[in-house]
Nanobody
């Protein structure tokens, strides 16, 4: 199972960015059977939950730090999940990871996720 995160970059405060996470692999069963999420991490700090989405995309959860500024979505036909972020702040700077879970609920806990992407760097300058 492979998750490929992309879309990160260097932006200025107030800008928008869309991250993508593509799922693939010979043992990757239906993409739509996984709950998905985005986490982020800075050096020396714990990985933190950003947003999560259920199988169909009609249920989502957001960390307070990004609520109202971010939208998580998925396109199961394309095996891809997205995170649209707007009004970016310097404190949003981090490596962003996508993750997939076999569980049937959106978890904010790192250990509840079975598969992880390699991460994509987001840097927001002030």
């Amino acid at each position: 199972v492979q998750l490929q995160a992309s879309g990160g970059g260097l932006v200025q405060a107030g800008d928008s960015l869309r991250l993508s996470c593509a799922g693939s692999g010979s043992t990757f069963s239906s993409f739509s059977s996984y709950y998905m999420a985005w986490f982020r991490q800075n050096p020396g700090k714990a990985r933190e939950f950003v947003a999560g989405i259920n199988w169909s995309g009609d249920s989502t959860d957001y960390a307070d730090s990004v609520k109202g500024r971010s939208t998580i979505s998925r396109d199961n036909a394309k095996n891809t999940m997205y995170l649209q972020m707007s009004s970016l702040k310097p404190e949003d700077t981090a490596v962003y990871y996508c993750a997939a879970s076999r569980r049937n609920y959106i978890s904010r806990v790192v250990g509840m996720y079975n598969y992880w992407g390699q991460g994509t760097q987001v840097t927001v300058s002030s």
